[in-house]
């Protein structure tokens, strides 16, 4: 079979310049899903909302997403401007 100029062997495979694009958003998308929003940063929101979810801490939520999905029943002090 005769392969188009540019394409992988395999169909699933990208072509390196897609394949870097997709690498570069996975390796942004990790850095933010680990980085906190400090405080400093939070009081600058208009209207920020804190909440507490089932999630432990951030590599509980990382790895159990769905601890993250739910409110928990103990809340947050009230967040001070």
């Known amino acids: 079979m005769i392969w188009p100029s540019g394409t992988a062997r395999n169909l ?25 929003l400090k405080p400093r940063i939070i009081k600058t929101m208009p209207n920020a909302l804190l909440a507490r979810t089932l999630s432990t801490d951030r590599e509980n939520y990382v790895t159990h997403p769905e601890t993250g999905e739910k409110l928990s029943p103990n809340p947050l002090p009230r967040w001070k401007s």
Do not use: I
Not at 19 to 29: E, I, L, N
């Open 12 to 36: 699933w495979d990208l072509n390196p310049q897609l394949g870097a694009k997709v690498k570069s958003y996975y390796d942004d998308a990790k850095v933010s899903l680990w980085t906190e």
